[in-house]
C-alpha cells in the first residue's frame, strides 16, 4: 500500500466532509489492490436520510488511487421517491458533502470555483430538480459573480439583529453560502422573532420561512417606515433608521436652531 497515497485519499474525505469514520475502510482497501472500489456512508440531515457512494479507481502505471466521484441519494424519512446524483471530484474547490445536500434540497451554494482556461470566479450554483440528464443527474445552474446578486446588500434590507454584529453576521452569511437554512432573529415592532431563511441568487433575494418552516412573504418581514439595526457602543443600544431621508434630517435640525434661537431671544 502506498502511505503516502493513503494519507492523501484520507485528508480529501475529511475536507470533502465524510469526516474519519471511512479511514480504517478504505486502508484495508487499498491493500487488496483491486482496480477499483466503492465505500458507503450514510447520515442524517434536517428529515431526510442521505446516502453517499464513494467511488475510488486506480491508476493504470502506478499504485495511485483517485477518489473520482460519490454520488448522493437523498430520500425523505417513510417516503420511496429519492434524489439522486453524481458529485465529481477533482483539483479544485469540490462540493462537500454538507453542500450536496443542501443542493439536493433545492438550496443554493456559494463557490469559488476556476474555469476550463484556469481563471478563478466565484458563483452560486442551484440544481434545478425538475430537469434531469441521461445519467440521472440534475441540471446545476450556475450564477456567476457578474450576475449581480449581493447577498450582503440583500441581508441588509431586512432588519435582521445578526448584522449588527460583525461577528455574527459573518457568521451568517457564511452558513448562507453553503446552502444551510440559517435560523436569524428579525427585529419588529419592538419584538424579536425567529425566522429561518435561505439564499435566492436566482431572483436575487432571501426566502424566508416562520417557526415551522412554511414560506413567508418577504414584504410582511420588512418594515419599510423604521427598519431598525442595533448597534452596541460603550455598553447601549443605539438605533439608527435606514428609512431616514438626508434632507428631511437636515431640515429638522434647522428648525431646532431656529427655536432655540428664538427663545434665546425672548
Known amino acids: 500500500m502506498n502511505e503516502?497515497?493513503?494519507?492523501?485519499?484520507?485528508?480529501?474525505?475529511?475536507?470533502?466532509?465524510?469526516?474519519?469514520?471511512?479511514?480504517?475502510?478504505?486502508?484495508?482497501?487499498?491493500?487488496?489492490?483491486?482496480?477499483?472500489?466503492t465505500l458507503y456512508h450514510e447520515t442524517y440531515t434536517e428529515d431526510r436520510v442521505a446516502?453517499?457512494?464513494?467511488?475510488?479507481?486506480?491508476?493504470?502505471?502506478?499504485d495511485m488511487y483517485f477518489f473520482n466521484s460519490y454520488r448522493l441519494e437523498m430520500q425523505k424519512e417513510d417516503i420511496t421517491e429519492a434524489l439522486e446524483h453524481t458529485f465529481y471530484?477533482?483539483?479544485?474547490?469540490?462540493?462537500?458533502?454538507?453542500?450536496?445536500?443542501?443542493l439536493?434540497?433545492?438550496?443554493?451554494?456559494?463557490?469559488?470555483?476556476?474555469?476550463?482556461?484556469?481563471?478563478?470566479?466565484?458563483?452560486?450554483?442551484?440544481?434545478?430538480?425538475?430537469?434531469?440528464?441521461?445519467?440521472?443527474?440534475?441540471?446545476?445552474?450556475?450564477?456567476?459573480?457578474?450576475?449581480g446578486y449581493d447577498l450582503e446588500a440583500t441581508l441588509a434590507q431586512y432588519p435582521i439583529k445578526e448584522l449588527g454584529n460583525q461577528l455574527y453576521k459573518e457568521d451568517l452569511m457564511r452558513s448562507l453560502k453553503k446552502g444551510n437554512l440559517q435560523g436569524a432573529t428579525?427585529?419588529?415592532?419592538?419584538?424579536?422573532?425567529?425566522?429561518?431563511?435561505?439564499?435566492?441568487?436566482?431572483?436575487?433575494?432571501?426566502i424566508i420561512y416562520d417557526a415551522d418552516q412554511k414560506k413567508m412573504d418577504n414584504?410582511?418581514?420588512?418594515?419599510?417606515?423604521?427598519i431598525e439595526v442595533q448597534y452596541e457602543h460603550v455598553g447601549e443600544i443605539k438605533k439608527k433608521s435606514q428609512s431616514e431621508n438626508p434632507k428631511e434630517s437636515q431640515e429638522a435640525k434647522q428648525t431646532t436652531r431656529t427655536r432655540q434661537n428664538r427663545s434665546h431671544k425672548l
Open 4 to 37: 503516502k497515497n493513503f494519507e492523501y485519499l484520507r485528508d480529501q474525505l475529511k475536507y470533502t466532509g465524510f469526516g474519519e469514520a471511512l479511514e480504517m475502510e478504505l486502508k484495508e482497501k487499498l491493500k487488496q489492490g483491486e482496480p477499483s472500489f
Open 89 to 102: 471530484i477533482g483539483k479544485g474547490a469540490n462540493i462537500t458533502m454538507k453542500e450536496a445536500q443542501n
Open 186 to 206: 428579525f427585529l419588529k415592532e419592538g419584538q424579536e422573532i425567529r425566522y429561518f431563511i435561505q439564499a435566492d441568487p436566482q431572483f436575487k433575494t432571501i
Open 219 to 226: 414584504k410582511l418581514c420588512k418594515d419599510l417606515n423604521q
Open 104 to 147: 439536493l434540497q433545492g438550496r443554493a451554494v456559494n463557490k469559488d470555483l476556476t474555469s476550463r482556461e484556469g481563471q478563478p470566479y466565484n458563483a452560486w450554483l442551484q440544481m434545478d430538480l425538475k430537469q434531469g440528464d441521461d445519467q440521472g443527474n440534475f441540471k446545476l445552474q450556475h450564477y456567476h459573480q457578474n450576475y
Open 51 to 62: 446516502r453517499a457512494t464513494l467511488s475510488f479507481n486506480k491508476a493504470k502505471d502506478t
